[in-house]
Every structure is written in structure tokens, then in C-alpha cells.
């Protein structure tokens, strides 16, 4: 493709309205061919994500907000740090889908192409075809960074600005970043994140990570470029040292037989503890220590396996196996999947919910309880009773079927204690 040239005084090609020597014009200048290698590739980098907050502007203002929640929304604390804002702001660019399943970079370079410089534009594609991923440090090697990408198989050396001063030859070192290549280097495009790998921080990555390949179905490559918000969110729980929650759901049909066997097998089995009756389902729970929200639940029809953390996913996908060899047990509902579970599977989604909500409320101190929790009240004199009569009230004042039906959900479990 050509490059058309476009005189100084002429209205700019991008669509900003304003003339060439005043917009696009000006980031031309930027880039000196008697520029160091790296200096060189961060000005390519930088005139291209210049040319791209001067084409959205207005669009990026509109849309900015929204994005940054879905960015974060896997994270910890919700919130960007300001020294991450490269890594959100190049996801925006070159891996969030539009409503044509495209990005905004693939857009800028269709609509722009003819009017850049070779340069710059091979920037930008480079650019639009890179994606986060986790590098592992192999070497130092004075400017360069030799590193492994750990979802993968190959290395490369990286050129960094100057030579990485005040690092162990020995330490082992995680990078989180985006790599990109411009005129034959490779360089980082913006921040890259550091975290030692000294108690399994890269088992942890891969395990997750692959756990939710599997999960959306898709090969490593598409989850990083098209899901860099989750590997970013599971980075981020390595840095807090917090387990990642999945909030998994998933379930198999089971007929009166199998019911059988799995009630029986159960009930004898010293790692599993019942929890409770209720209705036609049978609970149970670890008796190891687990994390978070952990059943087993037997219905008349149906198995259903809920768990929070990827170990405990993992422990109950391996005991409904061990009895149920030819069962598939289909995950209907994930926090990785953001969709709702499908029509035939919502009653079974709505029983965890009953539970999981009934077992917060029973650990959640109240008010009306004098500041202790429903289940510490279930150990009182007379405590089964009172909690009865506050559920009733509770439903008293309620419209809504829905709250009906879980507040009825915790009126059996209160009296079924």
C-alpha cells in the first residue's frame, strides 16, 4: 500500500477537522532517524496511540468508563492503579471487540493506512496484533531482556532503555506485558508488571488460565488477546495473594439409581459431611478445609457441584467422577463466563443461589439479633422460633416472587436445624 502524501496545509486525513501541520503532521516530526533503537520504536508507538485518542476522542469519552469496569471487573479492588493506565488503554485499543467483532486499531488502519508512513504504520499493526501474556526472565544481557512467555514455547530478547540495574542474575521474575515488535526490535508497549515467582506464581497462572481456556473453549491465543481483562484480573489476585473466585456451578441428570449411589457413598465417605435436608436435595460439604461456598448437592434428578476456588472445583469434579465415570458434568454458571445459565438449567442456578445466600445470611450478624448471626441464634433458648417469626415478617413485606421464594428456602433450613 502506497502512502499518500499530504500537504502541510491541508485538512488532515484522520477526520480531526484540523489542518495536517497542526495534527498528524506534527507526530511525523517526532520520529528522527538518527534516534537509539528503543527511543525510536516508544516514538513509533507513541504517534500511533496519538493518532488513535485524536481519531475516537469524542467516541473514547463516551465508552471510556464502561470499559474500565470490564477491564477490572475480575480484579481485587476494582480500581486502576494510574501506573497501569498503559495496560488498560492499549487494551482498549487493540484487543476490546466492537459490536462487528473488530477493534478500534483495525478500524484506524482500514479507514487511515494510505495516508501514514510505512513506519508508522507497521507500528500500528504491530501494535493491533500483540496481546498481553506473562513472560518469564531467563537472562540479562546488558539492554536486553531475555524472556519465555510461559502460555507458549518461544523466547525472546527484549530491548529495554537501558540496562535493568539492580537485578539478581539468579532471581526468578514474572513480567506481565505486552510485547510488540517495530523496525526488528521487540520492546515492551507501555507498562509491564513484576512479580516474583518464588511460591508458585507461575503454576498458578497457568493453572488458572488454562482452567479457563477450557472454561470459554477456547485456544491460549484467543484468551489473550480477546479476554486480556481475565489474565490481568488473575495476575492481579497474585499480587494481593488472594485465591481467585470462580463462583462455579455445574450439574448432571441423575436417575433413581445413581441417586442411590451417590447418597450411599456419600453418606459413608469420611472426606464428605452432610450438611442439611432440605426439600428432596441432600447437601454435602469437605470435611477437609476448603475455601469459600463448597457443595455437593443430591437431588431426586439432578447432581449439582458448586464451588468458589479452582482446587475445590477441581476436588469435586474428581468425587462425582470417581462414581459417576460416564457422567459429563456440565458447568451451567461461572463468574469467567459472564452469561446467564441456559433455560433448562435456571431452576437447578436458582437451588445454589437459595443456599449460598442462606448460608451468608446465617453467618451474617444482625441488627435484630442483637448483633449476633442467625446461626449463633439457632443455639439460643427459643432462638429457632424468633428466627421463624423474623423470616415471616420478611416475607410479610416482600412483592417480589422471587425474594418469597428464598426467604421460604431459609424458613426450611431454620427449621429443618
Known amino acids: 500500500m502506497t502512502w499518500t502524501k499530504v500537504g502541510r496545509n491541508e485538512l488532515c486525513p484522520c477526520g480531526s477537522g484540523k489542518k495536517y501541520k497542526k495534527c498528524c503532521g506534527m507526530l511525523d516530526e517526532l520520529i528522527d532517524a538518527g534516534d537509539d533503537p528503543f527511543t525510536r520504536s516508544s516514538k513509533l508507538m507513541t504517534a500511533a496511540k496519538i493518532k488513535l485518542d485524536n481519531y475516537y476522542d469524542h467516541l473514547i469519552k463516551s465508552i471510556r468508563q464502561d470499559a474500565q469496569k470490564q477491564f ?5 479492588t476494582h480500581n486502576l492503579p494510574r501506573e497501569h493506565e498503559s495496560i488498560f488503554s492499549d487494551w482498549l485499543w487493540f484487543d476490546l471487540l ?7 486499531a483495525y478500524h484506524y488502519i482500514i479507514e487511515n493506512s494510505d495516508y501514514m508512513a510505512a513506519s508508522l504504520r507497521d507500528c500500528l499493526a504491530g501494535l493491533s496484533l500483540s496481546f498481553l501474556s506473562v513472560y518469564q526472565v531467563e537472562a540479562l544481557e546488558g539492554s536486553y531482556l531475555k524472556v519465555r512467555d510461559i502460555f507458549g514455547e518461544g523466547t525472546c530478547s527484549v530491548l529495554l532503555k537501558e540496562p535493568w540495574q539492580g537485578v539478581d542474575q539468579d532471581a526468578d521474575l514474572l513480567l506481565l506485558g505486552r510485547l510488540v515488535e517495530t523496525e526488528g526490535e521487540i520492546v515492551f508497549s507501555g507498562m509491564a508488571l513484576t512479580v516474583d515467582n518464588k511460591t508458585g506464581q507461575k503454576d498458578f497462572l497457568l493453572e488458572h488460565m488454562n482452567f479457563i481456556g477450557r472454561l470459554l473453549n477456547e485456544p491460549m491465543t484467543n484468551v489473550l488477546k480477546f479476554h486480556g481483562e481475565m489474565l490481568y484480573g488473575v495476575f492481579d489476585h497474585i499480587c494481593h495473594k488472594t485465591l481467585v473466585n470462580f463462583n462455579d456451578m455445574r450439574g448432571c441428570e441423575i ?4 441417586k442411590a449411589l451417590l447418597l450411599k457413598a456419600w453418606a459413608e465417605d469420611k472426606d464428605l459431611l452432610p450438611v442439611h435436608n432440605t426439600g428432596d436435595c441432600t447437601w454435602f460439604k469437605p470435611a477437609r478445609e476448603h475455601c469459600g461456598y463448597v457443595r455437593l448437592m443430591v437431588g431426586n434428578r439432578e ?3 458448586c464451588a ?6 477441581v476436588y469435586l469434579q474428581e468425587k462425582a467422577a470417581a462414581l459417576l465415570p460416564d457422567k459429563e458434568v456440565q458447568v451451567f454458571s461461572n463468574r469467567f463466563r459472564q452469561q446467564p445459565p441456559p433455560p433448562d438449567k435456571s431452576r437447578l442456578w436458582f437451588t445454589a443461589v437459595k443456599d449460598q445466600e442462606t448460608e451468608r445470611w446465617l453467618d451474617s450478624a444482625m441488627a435484630e439479633l442483637e448483633g449476633k448471626t442467625p446461626r449463633q441464634y439457632l443455639a439460643a433458648d427459643n432462638g429457632k422460633e424468633q428466627l421463624l417469626q423474623i423470616l415471616d415478617n ?9 425474594e418469597k421464594e428464598l426467604i421460604q428456602y431459609m424458613r426450611e433450613r431454620v427449621s429443618n436445624y
Open 72 to 76: 477490572l471487573r475480575f480484579t481485587v
Open 98 to 104: 466492537t459490536e462487528d467483532e473488530n477493534t478500534l
Open 255 to 258: 436417575n433413581a439409581d445413581e
Open 303 to 305: 447432581l449439582l457441584c
Open 308 to 313: 468458589d476456588v479452582l482446587e475445590d472445583i
Open 394 to 402: 420478611f416475607t410479610a413485606a416482600r412483592d417480589n416472587h422471587t
